[in-house]
């Protein structure tokens, strides 16, 4: 089973896309944190193999999340997810320190991102890939 953090401050969005990774067999979300102070408060208390990152959060962005994440757990694999499908964030993200970048209308890519990130790949929502 691969546990993620899940980190989105849309409620009714971070409920349907855990109960959907939970439905599809080997995902579970260990935790929702709705911001990226609340996901670091979190961490150092739940063992998680990804962490499933929102790019626009109150406060702090996903991004700046994600950096801090990869100085502190340089092997915690971050995937983004975002509806913002501009290359600077795709750049920025990946730059940060994550691992791959998923369009939340990308729903079957969901699954694929997962595999392939903890698999070690760089994965980009097909959509993303094609506009390149």
Request: aromatic share 4%.
């Amino acid at each position: 089973m691969i546990s993620i953090l899940l980190v989105e401050d849309h409620a009714l969005l971070a409920e349907a896309l855990s109960r959907f990774l939970h439905e599809a067999g080997l995902h579970h979300v260990v935790a929702i944190a709705p911001s990226a102070e609340s996901a670091q408060e979190r961490l150092p208390d739940i063992d998680v193999d990804l962490v499933l990152v929102d790019v626009s959060l109150p406060k702090m962005s996903g991004i700046d999340l994600v950096a801090k994440l990869h100085e502190h757990y340089p092997n915690l694999p971050c995937l983004m997810l975002s509806g913002h499908n501009a290359s600077q964030y795709v750049k920025r993200s990946l730059a940060a320190g994550a691992r791959g970048y998923l369009l939340k209308e990308d729903v079957t890519g969901i699954l694929e991102g997962i595999d392939q990130v903890l698999r070690g790949n760089v994965y980009i929502s097909k959509s993303l890939r094609e506009a390149q």
